[in-house]
């Protein structure tokens, strides 16, 4: 074990995107005008471009060396052979173990959706690697939540499925602990089962409100079975499993 520099990182250029009217247009590495400055470099095949969050070439030459530190991981102890590990490869690895489990689909798109919204948010406020992931950016980052879950129920559970990323960067030896996200305190029920009385209420206004709907036969796997019968059964097997109707008919 040593302590050392890690040397992967990639070469990082500072260009320039000119305002209107500048008179150094066309040239995006002019370093007099006080356009905005950016920073872009490769890794693996893909580009990426950050702003600077600056004018000043100066500035945007120490927000270079930063970004340098961040993407070649600062000195800290490591083994030969070591690698930075980008958030965008990083969720990409998590999405693929999770169809190897065979998560349902569904399941996986929430996984996608909700991860994409951090990597974007992170790579906004210029954290690429998954070591730069900080308690501080995931409280900003759950300060977002709001707005695209209004439900506090929902956001408790976006919240498990963000710490289920981390926890796996974690056991991947990729993080050193894993950051700890907000608490979500839960002020609305979750959706009880029915009471008796309501599941009463249901049968009859199934069979008793249209006694001639469900008459009749119909046929499922090659089977013919009694229509009233069947969704019977159904809504028993909804009832108590906890199925939805869409699971529940597949049996």
Same mark, same amino acid.
């Given at each position: 074990m040593e302590v050392h520099r890690m040397s992967t990182a990639?070469?990082?250029t500072i260009f320039v995107r000119h305002s209107e009217g500048c008179k150094y247009k066309g040239d995006e590495f002019a370093r007099r005008c006080q356009c905005r400055k950016h920073l872009r470099w490769s890794q693996n095949g893909t580009?990426?471009?950050?702003?600077?969050?600056?004018?000043?070439?100066?500035?945007?030459?120490?927000a270079k060396r930063d970004l340098e530190d961040q993407l070649s991981g600062k000195p800290v102890e490591t083994k030969p052979g070591d690698n930075v590990h980008y958030l965008r490869e990083s969720?990409?690895?998590?999405?693929?173990?999770?169809q190897v489990q065979s998560v349902t689909a569904g399941v996986l798109g929430k996984y996608t959706r909700?991860?994409? /919204?951090?990597?974007?948010?992170?790579?906004?406020?210029?954290?690429?690697?998954?070591?730069g992931v900080t308690r501080e950016l995931l409280t900003g980052f759950c300060g977002t939540w709001e707005t695209a879950y209004p439900s506090s129920y929902t956001r408790s559970k976006v919240r498990e499925r963000v710490r289920g990323f981390l926890r796996y960067c974690y056991e991947a030896q990729w993080?050193? /602990?894993?950051?700890?996200?907000?608490k979500i305190n839960v002020d609305e029920p979750p959706t009880m089962p029915l009471t008796d009385e309501e599941y009463k209420q249901l049968l009859d206004a199934l069979f008793v409100a249209n006694p001639r709907r469900w008459d009749g036969k119909t046929s499922t796997q090659g089977i013919t079975?009694?229509?009233?019968?069947w969704l019977h059964a159904l809504i028993q097997l909804m009832r108590w499993s906890g199925l939805s109707i869409q699971d529940a008919v597949t049996l």
């Open positions: 990639p070469i990082i580009q990426y471009r950050r702003q600077a969050g600056t004018r000043s070439w100066s500035e945007a030459e120490q969720i990409d690895l998590f999405l693929q173990d999770k909700e991860l994409a /919204r951090l990597q974007t948010y992170c790579e906004t406020h210029g954290a690429f690697v998954i070591s993080l050193p /602990r894993i950051p700890a996200l907000p079975v009694d229509r009233r019968a």
